[in-house]
């Protein structure tokens, strides 16, 4: 439903587009506007895809629960003042 929606700018195999509408409604994704769409992957897009040097994720069973564990090494890309 989205896709008559997304023309020119997004294209449907965008990945942050593809994440982005598989967790919301068709009817509501239908209602972005480019504008709209161009804000959000500027806010949330650059968290999709990024890749670490380690990246250790652990799952570790504790009685009757289960706790999870991750270890993520990489370069500092961050501001120093925030």
């Known amino acids: 439903m989205f ?3 997304l023309t020119k700018n997004y294209s449907t195999t965008d990945p942050f ?3 982005f509408f598989a967790s919301i409604s068709p009817k509501i994704a239908a209602s972005f506007t ?3 769409l161009a804000e959000l ?3 949330f897009g650059n968290r999709v895809g990024k890749r670490h040097t380690v990246n250790i994720r652990l799952s570790i069973p504790f009685f009757k629960k289960s706790f999870y564990l991750v270890f993520l090494l990489g370069k500092e890309k961050r501001l120093k003042n925030r």
């Open 3 to 5: 896709k008559k929606h």
């Open 17 to 19: 587009i593809q994440h």
């Open 34 to 36: 480019h504008a709209q």
């Open 41 to 43: 992957k500027n806010v």
